[in-house]
């Protein structure tokens, strides 16, 4: 084998080594901190699985919601991919996004009402540590925990 093949295949070797790492790690953070999984542990088995038949339910009806936003985003990106910016069209768009996604909130606010009214105080005591935590912009998956912080820091001066 002549040098250079020896090179590229050592060099091929050790990429391969540091995607499959690479990799692996993505699927290990993703069970660790995954979606929904691990996040309704402290609920009891009842409490888990109303919650999840209400949230099957509820996609249902949310795709128009979802398809909402994303045209929403579809007409942001296009206002701010054009040629000549238009800031009538900026803000008419920033105004439909908020209002899309305003919406979706208050939507998913009035799902979590029916739902919680059927927990037990222990279930909805668990609940709160991670609606709490979700609303304060804390425990998202790769959020920068000290953000808010140094946005409080930057804004009192």
Request: glycine letters at 6%.
């Amino acid at each position: 084998m002549s040098r250079t093949l020896k090179i590229i295949f050592t060099v091929s070797i050790i990429l391969n080594i540091v995607l499959i790492t690479a990799a692996v790690g993505y699927v290990h953070k993703r069970m660790q901190y995954g979606y929904g999984a691990d996040k309704y542990q402290e609920l009891s088995e009842e409490g888990r699985t109303l919650i999840q038949e209400n949230f099957k339910e509820r996609r249902k009806t949310m795709r128009p919601v979802f398809n909402d936003v994303r045209k929403a985003k579809a007409e942001m990106e296009a206002v701010l991919s054009a040629d000549i910016f238009d800031e009538q069209a900026y803000d008419a768009a920033a105004k439909n996004l908020l209002d899309v996604r305003d919406g979706m909130s208050r939507s998913m606010s009035e799902n979590a009402k029916t739902f919680l009214k059927e927990l037990s105080v222990e279930d909805r005591k668990a609940m709160a540590k991670q609606m709490t935590k979700r609303l304060s912009g804390h425990g998202g998956k790769g959020r920068d925990k000290g953000r808010m912080e140094r946005f409080k820091e930057r804004n009192s001066e």
